[in-house]
């Protein structure tokens, strides 16, 4: 009996096969498959979410550690246009998959880990954005502050003024986000061209203050031979792929309502490493003329703002928390909250894994990990990607290699079908994770293996992706291609 219906690359339940799902312990009006209406964002939509995402705080400030290690500037924007061109691929990978489908990542996790293993990943996901949530909501918290303190004095004076805007500002953080990603879409085309042109205008306002591109551009690095670039290129094109590997990872959430998949593919591919790479000139230039005007360089925008007058304070506080608020609700709220969903889908909505995601984002201190940037960007980034990288080699061979683009909607919705495994885990999936993690994490013990670690992402994705694939050749829950042809009709 056919279950699916596939038409122009997009596959959908059929009426009846919706009907019977409703009635399972799995079923969640978030985890649900797209309807072919609800498949509606095109190109544009995309392009408009990835502006607003890289054009934030840690965005411009990257390029700051790089110089800082010794790279001029040209070789610290080759770096981050290559190492976001690297993550497109993933990205891209993952995200037809998304499209394809119409379903969120914790339902494509069920099918790589089972049931109950899907809580693996999830939740390794989710603790990985709530500590980004908490960190893009104490950077636009500071900015607002910064503005409040010099527009109006007496907030100065103010005790904890600091500590109340951010519990404040993560309030409205929470609020927008737990709306749900289609209810916040006209907040991304609007505030996401204002935020773009507000980037633009600062890059204007340095090149007419600093009469030129400043003193930055025409300084030398210190990794003049090609062992010692090396040596440090590795490492900075690593904390680049880790930067967006995460979303990349999670990338279905966005693109299960793409139209098509050239639509997302078009939204996505020029806007992600040309507007990285654009933030990171304009920081460039910018941080140079700060040098030449006020005789220090000023890498944090906020810090900048007030050297401004008050009308630019205020302006410019409110496209620091625009910008912060399009990171957050977009990039690292969805993931911990969709996987506080999964935990109970029948009991616990997006909106409480919001709340929840909040909550956490408290524990993990923001201001804390960000009393040192660069021990964040280098230390904190490159461990993140001993978690992401596994897993995302586990998505990516599970769906091109492993299942070769097959996949039964109707049963990611039965527990004891055929994505259930031992129990609801994937032994195969457990162990392919373990070892992605376990040998890049050896390099942190052994100093002649820290290659590994300083490129833990790479590595724990290559090493999951094969034990995945040779792991997985010959199981139960594959589908022939005329098991897929059996429940599928095409249009």
């Known amino acids: 009996m056919k279950s699916q219906i596939e038409e122009k690359g997009i596959v959908v339940l059929t009426n009846e096969a919706m009907e019977r799902i409703r009635t399972s312990p799995l079923w969640n009006e978030d985890f649900r498959p797209c309807t072919q209406d609800e498949h509606s964002w095109g190109a544009g939509t995309f392009a408009s979410l990835w502006i607003g995402m890289c054009v934030c ?36 990978l993952n995200a037809s998959a998304g499209c394809k489908f119409g379903i969120p990542y914790p339902m494509f996790a069920k099918i790589w880990f089972g049931r109950q293993g899907s809580h693996i990943p999830t939740l390794l996901r989710g603790t990985v954005s709530a500590g980004w949530f908490g960190i893009n909501t104490w950077i636009g918290a500071t900015a ?43 907040f991304i085309k609007i505030a996401s061209p204002l935020v773009g042109i507000s980037a633009l205008g600062l890059f204007i306002w340095a090149i007419s203050a600093g009469h030129g591109l400043g003193p930055i551009l025409s300084q030398q690095g210190r990794l003049t031979e090609a062992g010692d670039f090396f040596k440090v290129f590795f490492p900075c094109l690593t904390v680049v792929i880790s930067f967006w590997a995460t979303v990349s990872l999670n990338i279905s959430d966005f693109t299960r309502y793409g139209v098509s998949n050239k639509a997302q ?18 920081a ?17 925008p906020e810090q900048l703002l007030v050297k401004f007058p008050k009308p630019v304070i205020f302006i410019g506080g409110v496209v620091i928390a625009l910008s912060s608020i399009m990171v957050n609700v977009v990039a690292n709220l969805v993931a911990p909250a969709r996987a506080m969903e999964n935990l109970y889908p029948r009991r616990l909505s997006f909106a ?28 904190i980034l490159n ?47 457990i162990t392919s994770l373990a070892l992605g993690m376990l040998l890049p994490l ?7 293996l820290s290659f590994m670690s300083e490129n833990a992402l790479m590595f724990g994705m290559a090493i999951s992706g094969v034990a995945y694939t040779l792991l997985m050749r010959k199981d139960a ?15």
């Open 57 to 92: 705080v840690p965005s411009y400030t990257m390029a700051s550690g790089f110089l800082t290690l010794g790279m001029n500037w040209w070789q610290s924007l080759i770096t981050i246009f290559l190492g976001n061109v690297i993550v497109l691929i993933p990205l891209l």
């Open 144 to 186: 607002i502050d910064d503005m409040l303190c010099i527009v109006f004095e007496s907030w100065d004076e103010e005790d904890s003024h600091t500590m109340i805007i951010f519990f404040e500002f993560l309030i409205v953080n929470v609020a927008l986000g737990a709306k749900g990603l289609q209810s916040i879409r006209s």
């Open 265 to 282: 593919i078009r939204g996505q591919a020029f806007s992600l490493p040309l507007t990285m790479t654009a933030v990171a000139f304009v």
């Open 284 to 300: 460039i230039c910018v941080t140079s003329v700060t040098i030449a005007l006020f005789g220090e360089a000023i890498w944090y």
């Open 352 to 379: 409480a894994g919001a709340m929840a995601t909040g909550a956490v984002a408290i524990v993990m201190q923001p201001w804390y990990i960000l009393e040192n940037f660069n021990h964040f960007v280098f230390n």
């Open 383 to 429: 461990f993140f990607g001993v978690l992401i990288g596994p897993m995302n080699g586990i998505a990516l061979t599970d769906y091109w290699i492993v299942r070769k683009k097959r996949i039964a909607l109707q049963e990611l919705y039965n527990p004891n079908g055929r994505y259930n495994y031992k129990a609801g885990f994937n032994p195969h999936a």
């Open 442 to 448: 050896i390099g942190y013990v052994l100093p002649e």
């Open 477 to 491: 829950s594959l589908l022939s291609v005329d098991d897929y042809d059996r429940i599928t009709l095409f249009r």
